[in-house]
């Protein structure tokens, strides 16, 4: 089959999507080869007739009989010359009853849950959605020990209503936004009024009103739309399961955004310093989260640039390291055939490889791959004189020193540099990891998430804020400003 390489350019929506009159027909033929649509025409208590139509799975069965179906059948009536008068009046046991006049607004509403009542002089829709999602379990990749027990759903009110449990004021604001033109997925936007700063809430609104997709069915679809910088592999909006991390996100000043059918809730904007925070460090000691966070640091530098000082170091430079150490080194390479460049280079992919393979692999046989993993690439290299000893420690050390980082699209990103550093170091020694490393700050000190630096609190000025948190974290009463790069409307967080 031969396809077309002709440029299709952008068309515009068509509304109305479906131009039809209303009526039953209509709808009937919108919905044609669906075999999940329903309908029952059923006699009216006062007399007549009428037809109700349902989509099955997105309506409760309950609802729909109890409270639709049999007041209209059997009553009472209320007094109404119109028969949609009298579904208005109280013959029909439901909050939300609404009049429709056009095809695509009866289509959209029965796809969100609710069931279409034709009558002979009007067209009216009930919600009787069913509530069937996943309970609220506990968080699975973000786990603490003193904190909350809950996580989000797939449900976006569900998820809403979590957030209001925490932060029970009027002042914490939520608009949605209807996203893709074919899956019309709720995209809401939560803010705390008084405390997070108007124009970047208006900034948000914009980029997502302004996506034109077909579908948003991943947290993809809508980071890549909303942020600054595209070409960067380090993340910039901060993605969590936590309620509760969510909330102290929304009071530091932060926009929140949960999508509809992913379990999960982003805040921005977001910088270095969210990235190598862990939730449970509000729930630890000062002291002991400061210094865990600081260890994290080192071992973000460790993790980047081990592998590739290695390389120079050996390569290019053994002038450098103790002659006892030297010595050691060039003893161990002696029955090795390979170049220190292509040790190193190998491991670092057998080591992606076998951690790729130890995520996809299910549960039951993951840790199975991992002791297969340990004792092929480890101990059989190293007896087979592939590579030398130590260079499987230094990749190892890299490694592990990445798993320190708690954000694994922050992590993934550092994988990557961990590589282009190596190459660096690979042809021209200790000037080109420096090379490397130069362009990886002069990347990161360009990015901005909606006018907030990357790097903060590194970046000017950050650090000079008094009363605040900067890389390490002072006790709780101490923290009387909240993050002046945010410029919050609400400045204080206490006394």
């Known amino acids: 089959m031969r396809y077309s390489k002709e440029y299709v350019p952008y068309h515009a929506e068509k509304k109305p999507v479906f131009d039809l009159p209303l009526k039953l027909e209509s709808i009937e033929g919108v919905f044609e080869e669906c075999v999940d649509f329903a309908s029952r025409r059923i006699t009216l208590a006062e007399g007549g007739e009428g037809t109700i139509c349902w989509i099955d799975g997105m309506v409760k069965s309950e609802r729909l009989n109890d409270y639709v179906m049999r007041p209209l059948i059997t009553g009472p009536v209320p007094a109404s010359t119109t028969q949609v008068g009298k579904v208005l009046g109280g013959n029909v046991w439901n909050l939300d009853v609404t009049i429709q006049m056009t095809v695509d607004d009866t289509v959209e509403a029965m796809l969100k849950g609710c069931c279409a009542i034709f009558l002979s002089d009007g067209v009216l829709t009930c919600s009787v959605q069913t509530e069937e999602k996943r309970g609220v379990e506990g968080p699975e990749n973000e786990t603490e020990n003193k904190g909350a027990r809950d996580s989000f759903v797939e449900s976006v009110r ?33 803010w705390v009024d008084g405390v997070t700063n108007p124009d970047l809430v208006h900034q948000v609104e914009e980029r997502i009103s302004q996506m034109d997709v077909d579908a948003l069915l991943s947290v993809a679809d809508i980071e890549e739309y909303i942020v600054d910088s595209k070409s960067t592999v380090f993340p910039q909006v901060l993605f969590t ?69 290695y390389i120079a170091i050996t390569a290019f430079h053994l002038q450098m390291i103790p002659t006892q150490l030297a010595l050691s080194i060039i003893a161990s390479k002696q029955d090795v055939p390979f170049s220190t460049q292509f040790e190193v280079l190998i491991m670092l992919f057998a080591f992606e490889v076998l951690q790729e393979a130890g995520l996809r692999m299910p549960n039951t046989i993951g840790q199975s791959v991992s002791i297969i993993g340990a004792l092929v690439v480890g101990q059989a290299a190293v007896d087979a004189k592939i590579v030398s000893p130590a260079v499987i420690i230094v990749v190892a050390a890299a490694g592990m020193a990445g798993f320190t980082i708690p954000n694994l699209d922050f992590a993934n990103g ?64 101490s923290i009387k400003m909240r993050d002046l790069t945010l410029r919050p409307e609400g400045k204080r967080r206490q006394k």
């Open 241 to 309: 399961e936590r309620p509760d991390r969510f909330c102290r996100g929304l009071m530091d000043g932060r926009v929140g955004i949960l999508v509809d059918g992913i379990p999960m809730g982003c805040l921005l904007p977001c910088g270095i310093k969210q990235f190598m925070r862990a939730p449970q460090d509000r729930s630890n000691h000062w002291l002991s989260a400061s210094l865990l966070t600081l260890l994290r640091y080192a071992c973000m530098i460790v993790s980047v640039l081990l592998p590739g000082v």
């Open 414 to 477: 550092l994988r990557i540099w961990r590589v282009i550093a190596a190459i660096g170091a690979s042809f021209v020694g200790l000037f080109g990891l420096t090379a490397v490393i130069i362009g990886m700050v002069f990347q990161l000190s360009k990015m901005k998430s909606f006018g907030v630096s990357y790097l903060t609190p590194f970046s000017p000025g950050s650090w000079q804020q008094k009363g605040s948190e900067w890389v390490m974290r002072g006790p709780m009463p």
């Open 158 to 190: 569900t998820c809403t209503s979590l957030v209001r449990r925490r932060l029970k004021s009027a002042k914490v604001k939520i608009l949605e936004h209807m996203v893709g033109r074919t899956s019309d997925t709720a995209v809401d936007v939560i």
